[in-house]
């Protein structure tokens, strides 16, 4: 069975540029989630989708944003890139949302992204 | 909301040795937490899942007990091995947020 996938792998940006990165979830997967990951702050909580839907938000700003598609892959955008956004971007998969019942999240091997 | 504090947060070990990580959070009305390993650079590899309803879960050399009512987790890590360095997470949910996450402990095994 496949894991997560993510891509690219690698990105260079400039500032005030945007983003978009991909992330295709297990087969089988309906809920997808992202983090972001920074020396200082750590991981963060993002934004979670299932089924297409938003379920839950964390406390970034709105240039971040994301959506899920039918078959389950998922985007987030970053608009306006700031030199602050240079994180490690990880995607993580699981059967079940949140709202239902929390079951084992899978992540991918993340997304690099920096921002000149 | 949900904090999680990871104690040692740097353990340097010799090859062979037991070892124990700590957790520690703040909001126990949790389903249940998961424990991750980061290589350097790398996405999360998930360790050890333990349910709300268990006390213990155990994958090869590595164990993990939960304990609820106290707040605390902690993996245990058998006759230890130079692959198993890596930074360790723990990683219980809070509310609607799928996992909040520790700093992490970062562990050297020396050979």
């Known amino acids: 069975k496949a894991g997560v996938t993510q891509t690219p792998r690698y990105l260079i940006k400039t500032r005030g540029q945007q983003v978009t990165l991909s992330c295709s979830p297990i087969?089988?997967?309906?809920?997808v989630s992202w983090y972001q990951q920074t020396p200082g702050q750590g991981l963060q909580f993002l934004f979670e989708?299932?089924?297409?839907?938003?379920?839950n938000k964390g406390n970034f700003p709105g240039r971040f944003s994301g959506r899920q598609f039918s078959n389950s892959r998922s985007e987030m955008n970053v608009s306006t890139l700031e030199l602050g956004d240079s994180a490690l971007y990880l995607c993580?998969?699981?059967?079940?949302?949140?709202?239902?019942?929390?079951?084992?999240?899978?992540f991918g091997p993340g997304t690099r992204l920096t921002v000149l | 909301k949900q904090e999680v504090t990871q104690i040692p947060a740097a353990l340097s070990v010799p090859e062979g040795e037991n070892l124990v990580l700590n957790c520690s959070f703040t909001?126990?009305?949790?389903?249940?937490l998961q424990w991750f390993r980061q290589d350097p650079g790398k996405g999360l590899t998930s360790l050890l899942l333990?349910?709300?309803?268990?006390r213990e879960q155990t994958s090869g050399r590595l164990n993990a007990s939960l304990d609820k009512s106290s707040g605390r987790s902690t993996l245990y890590i058998a006759a230890s091995q130079p692959g198993d360095s890596a930074t360790y997470l723990c990683?219980?949910?809070?509310?609607?947020?799928?996992?909040?996450f520790g700093k992490g402990t970062r562990l050297s095994v020396i050979a």
């Open positions: 909001d126990s009305a949790i389903y249940n």
């Open positions: 989708y299932f089924s297409e839907t938003q379920r």
């Open positions: 087969s089988g997967h309906r809920s």
């Open positions: 990683a219980p949910p809070s509310g609607n947020t799928p996992l909040v």
């Open positions: 333990i349910q709300s309803s268990q």
């Open positions: 993580a998969s699981s059967f079940l949302s949140v709202a239902d019942s929390y079951n084992e999240q899978f």
